[in-house]
């Protein structure tokens, strides 16, 4: 059983850099560096938004286009973790977020918060204008 321990977030001005982290513990039947890892958002009556995240292969990173230029996705598979550095921080990009792993994902799912089988506690995260 895999844990994903998160921190970060908090409230900040619109403009400013926030940077959440992932710490992936346990688990079996493979290294954490082959599950698909993704950062999720969720705003207050909105659906949970995929923000950016790796394939299984790490081969592939994807961004949601509202963040691309200003996020980065990145891992350390010697540490477990997963990092998510977050520039030029807008209102909208309020909501709580989760990091997400899967051992077994597609590729053509990745975007798909239901195909994951393992998740943070969640962060908030507050942008004021």
């Known amino acids: 059983q895999v844990q994903l321990l998160q921190s970060g977030g908090g409230l900040v001005q619109a403009g400013d850099s926030l940077r959440l982290s992932c710490a992936a513990s346990?688990?079996?039947?493979?290294?954490?560096?082959?599950?698909?890892v993704a950062w999720f958002r969720q705003a207050p009556g909105k659906e949970r938004e995929y923000v950016a995240g790796?394939?299984?292969?790490?081969?592939?990173?994807y961004y949601t286009d509202s963040v691309k230029g200003r996020f980065t996705i990145s891992r350390d598979n010697a540490k477990n973790t997963v990092d998510l550095q977050m520039n030029s921080l807008k209102p909208e990009d309020t909501g709580v977020y989760y990091c997400?792993?899967?051992?077994?994902?597609?590729?053509?799912?990745?975007?798909?918060?239901?195909?994951?089988?393992?998740w943070g506690q969640g962060t908030q995260v507050t942008v004021s204008a």
């Open positions: 997400a792993a899967s051992r077994t994902i597609i590729q053509s799912s990745l975007r798909d918060f239901r195909q994951y089988g393992y």
């Open positions: 346990g688990g079996s039947g493979g290294t954490f560096r082959s599950y698909a």
């Open positions: 790796f394939s299984r292969t790490g081969g592939y990173t």
